[in-house]
């Protein structure tokens, strides 16, 4: 039963995982990913799990399938991205459904990341808004607002993620160069 491999990734993202293991490189967590949810993911780009969008919990496993383990089992690979597309579709359905109000205040977090992780602008704009909305009593929240505040200021400035450039075979301009000479210039 797939609800069943649902409940498994939310377990494993929400409860037995540590928080900083969620956002800091580290091989065996990624490997952690593989060797557990790699079926999983392979799945959920052929569409084989596109019924989980059907409950907002299981959206929400989707979710973090195509967009949190994507970049943790093609780390440093053009891979890490695309189902990015996918994924801000099925986070636009979801929410115009109602379901980021079914959500705990963490879920709602993770929920919203496809949305920051675009390269799009009108996506930026959006998550804000949702985030003053859904994310204000937050415990980290002055952390979230300046980190979601940075990530925006680069797509503002490049209209792309400048730390992409290598993986995704683009050429990076002069100014994407000194960007990312500096430090937090990649997530």
Not at 49 to 76: G, T
Request: charged content about 30%; glycine content about 0%; hydrophobic content about 35%.
């Amino acid at each position: 039963m797939t609800i069943k491999n649902a409940k498994n990734i939310l377990d494993f993202w929400f409860n037995e995982s540590l928080p900083e293991e969620l956002f800091r490189q580290k091989d065996s967590f990624d490997k952690k990913i593989k060797d557990r949810f790699f079926n999983d993911y392979e799945k959920a780009i052929i569409n084989e799990y596109d019924d989980w969008q059907d409950e907002p919990r299981s959206c929400l496993a989707l979710v973090i399938l195509l967009d949190q383990f994507s970049r943790n089992l093609y780390r440093n690979n053009k891979k890490a991205f695309e189902q990015d597309h996918k994924c801000r579709l099925i986070v636009n359905e979801a929410i115009d459904r109602g379901d980021l109000e079914k959500l705990d205040i963490n879920e709602k977090l993770f929920f919203l990341l496809p949305l920051l992780h675009s390269e799009e602008i009108s996506d930026h704009s959006y998550v804000h808004n949702l985030s003053n909305a859904h994310l204000k009593d937050h415990s980290q929240i002055t952390l979230i607002k300046s980190s979601w505040k940075d990530h925006t200021n680069v797509i503002k400035k490049f209209k792309r993620y400048p730390h992409r450039n290598k993986v995704l075979d683009r050429q990076s301009t002069p100014e994407e160069v000194v960007f990312l000479n500096q430090a937090n210039s990649s997530w």
